[in-house]
Each structure stands twice: as structure tokens, then as C-alpha cells.
């Protein structure tokens, strides 16, 4: 396995959030790496553009993911902490963000699907 070599690619779709008043339609794209590593970008509830990086576990043997990392874009820090875990139904994955007092305002349902190469 070689963190360098790309595994996957996934597409940003929708979120839900827990409170009103947040954009919905996070669209955008995301690479992979062979030892999880995640990085890429989209549109997000506050309609500004995000960049992520991170790292993702998940297994051929479960359907279940968990991820951490750090986004950009958002208004309380420079770089927000997320963590997301969520379970994966053929290409798509749904992960869930919990709300955390002074981290992040709402609690989301997020929506990706992702395609091995």
C-alpha cells in the first residue's frame, strides 16, 4: 500500500442539516489514497468554497467509515477539526457530523458517492 497512489475519487452531493437556514447543495470532488488520505473541496453551508484534508478509515469487510480532519471555510476557526462517521451502501456514503459547542453551529447528514480506480 502507497499513500501516494490514488484509490478512489468521490463526488461531494448534499447535506441535512439538524438547524434551518444552511445551503444543502455542497457539491464538489475528492481524491483518495491507498492508506486513506483525503483532500479536496465544495461548496459549503455557509455557500463559501472548502478544502479538506484528511484521512478515512474503512474496510472491504464492513460497510462502515469513520474520517477526521480539517476544512477551511468556515467562520468560526481558519481551519475547522471535523470528524464523520457514516456507512457506505455500494458507491455511496452517508456520513454524520455531530454538533460540537465552538467547533461547528449544526449538526449534518452528508451525502457522497465515490468511485474506486
Not at 459549503?44 to 472548502?50: D, K, T
Request: proline share 6%; aromatic share 12%; with cysteine.
Amino acid at each position: 500500500m502507497n499513500c501516494l497512489n490514488l484509490a478512489a475519487i468521490g463526488l461531494h452531493l448534499v447535506s441535512v442539516h439538524d438547524k434551518p437556514g444552511y445551503n444543502d447543495q455542497n457539491y464538489g470532488l475528492y481524491a483518495q489514497s491507498e492508506c486513506g488520505f483525503i483532500a479536496g473541496g465544495y461548496y459549503n453551508s455557509y455557500r463559501r468554497p472548502s478544502f479538506q484534508i484528511g484521512w478515512r478509515a474503512e474496510t472491504d469487510h464492513l460497510p462502515l467509515f469513520v474520517e477526521i480532519g480539517g476544512v477551511t471555510g468556515y467562520p468560526n476557526h481558519l481551519v475547522e477539526p471535523y470528524a464523520m462517521a457514516g456507512v457506505k451502501l455500494g458507491p455511496l456514503r452517508v456520513g454524520f457530523v455531530p454538533h460540537v459547542m465552538g467547533v461547528n453551529r449544526t449538526a449534518v447528514v452528508h451525502a457522497m458517492v465515490q468511485f474506486k480506480l
